[in-house]
Structure formats: structure tokens, C-alpha cells
């Protein structure tokens, strides 16, 4: 998966070779992480918490929230 900006660069430059992707840029940025994703389909998938990078976790408060849980990046695809 590309960046954003790495998107609208490879789409602008399609563009201008009269190619037109069906993904425009914007839409590729509200989708490209999941965090944006969420609102859409959060009656259908797990609850989330967000943190900042470098935000301190409170396990204990966390547990407390959930029964099982994962720390995952932003982006979509599972890695393993």
C-alpha cells in the first residue's frame, strides 16, 4: 500500500498520461487507514481504542475494557 501523498503523486501522473484510476486521491486517504475506516464500520467489527505514537498504555485500565485485545498499526491488512 502506498502513502497518501505517494497515491496522489502516482494518480496525478496517470492522469496526465490521460489514465484516470477509479480511486481518487481523497477517497484513498479517507480509506487508507483503518482509524478513518472505523466510523463506517464499527457495528460490524471489534471495538477499537486509539493511542497516540509514544502514549503510555494503561494495560490495567485496558483489560477492564476488553477480554482479549491486540496493539496493531493503521494499516488495514493483518500482518501475520
Same mark, same amino acid.
Given at each position: 500500500m502506498m502513502k497518501s501523498? !505517494? @497515491?496522489e503523486r502516482f494518480y496525478n501522473l496517470l492522469l496526465d498520461n490521460n489514465i484516470r484510476l477509479v480511486?481518487?486521491?481523497e !477517497? @484513498?486517504?479517507l480509506m487508507h487507514i483503518f482509524p478513518n475506516v472505523y466510523e463506517c464500520v464499527?457495528?460490524?467489527t471489534a471495538k477499537m481504542e486509539l493511542y497516540s505514537?509514544?502514549?503510555q498504555i494503561?494495560?490495567?485500565k485496558l483489560k477492564k475494557s476488553f477480554?482479549?485485545?491486540m496493539v496493531k498499526d493503521?494499516?488495514?491488512s493483518v500482518k501475520g
Open positions: 501523498d !505517494q @497515491y480511486t481518487e486521491p !477517497q @484513498y486517504r464499527k457495528e460490524d505514537l509514544y502514549t494503561d494495560i490495567e477480554d482479549r485485545f493503521y494499516v488495514k
